[in-house]
């Protein structure tokens, strides 16, 4: 069992979260872990790289002199690859880079990012988080009394809420996620968890049928 204070948005302990970490993922693979962090990174690489070959690049394709009786090496067109100006020898192309891992091990992995923050120590708890009008000075302050501040941080509440999203966009270091958003790049890419109470009792739920679940498939 794992217990975590419940802090409010000036800081103070406001009660004690207890449960069994085991509710979001029975382990933690760093293989899985590993194989979808690439994932993530080889999907946003552009693939946009592109280079002219000797067939592409501007010039005449008339030999620079006679093949004998100068005295010199043989040579092609001021294209070739070996001459300044000349085409690349083998010229890149646009690639695309995209791929996608099974979407049950895509979820199991995100479980398990979520776990193995709790397991390091770097979740912080919050009772609510409730923003009336779009300020980045309410959620600077929520940082600052939590000790977050310079920190980077992921902060996942449980639904999407606009002024939340505006009053944390011009922060450095942070991102904001709703918890049905939540992917393993975000949660090991920042370095602390803040999560509402409401988004940890969403993602305890969504653990627990996820594990039955797979329990009744095997």
């Not at 646009?94 to 398990?112: E, F, G, N, Q, S």
């Not at 992917?183 to 049928?209: E, F, P």
Request: hydrophobic share 40%; proline share 3%.
């Amino acid at each position: 069992m794992i217990s975590l204070p419940i802090h409010n948005a000036s800081g103070q302990e406001v009660g004690v979260y207890e449960f069994d970490p085991a509710e979001l993922a029975s382990r933690v693979s760093k293989q899985l872990l590993h194989d979808v962090i690439v994932m993530y990174e080889s999907n946003q690489r552009v693939g946009t790289a592109r280079t002219r070959s000797r067939a592409e690049v501007a010039g005449t394709t008339q030999k620079m002199y006679r093949q004998k009786g100068t005295g010199r090496a043989r040579a092609g067109s001021r294209r070739s690859p070996v001459r300044v100006g000349g085409g690349r020898t083998f010229a890149k192309r646009p690639i695309d880079w995209t791929y996608r891992l099974p979407k049950k091990a895509v979820k199991l992995a995100t479980r398990m990012a979520l776990r193995s923050k709790f397991d390091d120590g770097q979740v912080t708890i919050l009772d609510e988080l409730s923003v009336e009008s779009p300020k980045t000075k309410v959620v600077a302050d929520v940082l600052k009394s939590l000790g977050l501040t310079g920190v980077g941080c992921l902060l996942a509440v449980d639904q999407h809420d606009v002024n939340v999203w505006q009053s944390a966009r011009n922060i450095a270091d942070l991102r904001v996620s709703p918890s049905a958003e939540l992917n393993t790049y975000d949660l090991l890419h920042q370095r602390q968890l803040l999560i509402t109470k409401a988004a940890l009792d969403q993602l305890r739920g969504q653990g627990v049928a996820a594990e039955v679940a797979a329990a009744s498939e095997g």
